[in-house]
């Protein structure tokens, strides 16, 4: 069984920064792609950016220049540093992997969410 962790969410200032992890656990092979999305009240989940498995990154256009994203492959997890928040950024933020190859079929997987609030 496959599941996304994430951690690192939370209460922060416009201007302050924050680390985001998701760490996959279970019997994992590969992963594709990693990445970020979010969903604040009454929006739709969007994405923030993404990561390949070599390295490739996709942002987008409003957290260039604030977020990066970086991952570890041998330890399957993603992580994602915010910098210069701004209330906007309000939102439950979602991990996902993409075309994980475990042990069972071959799918995408999203973590529970964590919750990064930006007070102004």
């Known amino acids: 069984q496959v599941q996304l962790v994430e951690s690192g969410g939370g209460l922060v200032q416009a201007g302050g920064s924050l680390r985001l992890s998701c760490a996959a656990s279970g019997r994992i092979f590969s992963i594709n792609a990693m990445g970020w999305y979010r969903q604040a009240p009454g929006k739709q989940r969007e994405l923030v950016a993404v990561?390949?498995?070599?390295?490739?990154?996709t942002y987008a256009d409003s957290v260039k220049g604030r977020f990066t994203i970086s991952r570890d492959n041998f330890k399957n997890t993603v992580y994602l540093q915010m910098n210069s928040l701004k209330p906007e950024d309000t939102a439950v933020y979602y991990c996902?992997?993409?075309?994980?190859?475990?042990?069972?079929?071959?799918?995408?997987?999203w973590g529970q969410g964590t919750q990064v609030t930006v007070s102004s």
């Open positions: 990561i390949t498995s070599g390295g490739t990154t």
């Open positions: 996902n992997a993409d075309d994980v190859v475990s042990l069972g079929p071959t799918k995408d997987y």
